[in-house]
């Protein structure tokens, strides 16, 4: 059973930092594209950054100089620093990835269960 498990989250004041980490777990034959989304209060899930298996990445313009996404393939093991932490950057924060299972033709895509990020004063 493949699966995502993050952690990483908590409570910060604003200008601090946190890293995100997000695990792929079961009998993986190869994790593609990796993701981080968030949905803040009252607001709808957002892209925030993606890396690809050869480590592109992209970010939202509203993080770019202040996110920075990494992954360590050998670990299926994504990550995402956060520094310089606004209040509007408080959301639970999911991780995706494209994972292609053991047994498996196609790869699916797979959610992490969430971690909330809460930045305030």
């Known amino acids: 059973q493949v699966q995502l498990v993050e952690s990483g989250g908590g409570l910060v004041q604003p200008g601090g930092s946190l890293r995100l980490s997000c695990a792929a777990s079961g009998i993986i034959l190869s994790v593609n594209a990796m993701a981080w989304y968030r949905q803040g209060p009252g607001k709808q899930r957002e892209l925030v950054a993606s890396?690809?298996?050869?480590?592109?990445?992209n970010y939202v313009e509203s993080v770019k100089g202040r996110f920075t996404i990494s992954r360590d393939n050998a670990k299926n093991t994504m990550y995402l620093q956060m520094n310089s932490l606004k209040p509007e950057d408080t959301a639970v924060y999911y991780c995706?990835?494209?994972?292609?299972?053991?047994?498996?033709?196609?790869?699916?895509?797979?959610w992490g269960q969430g971690t909330q990020v809460t930045v305030s004063s």
């Open positions: 890396i690809t298996s050869d480590l592109r990445t």
């Open positions: 995706n990835a494209g994972i292609l299972g053991f047994g498996k033709r196609l790869e699916s895509h797979y």
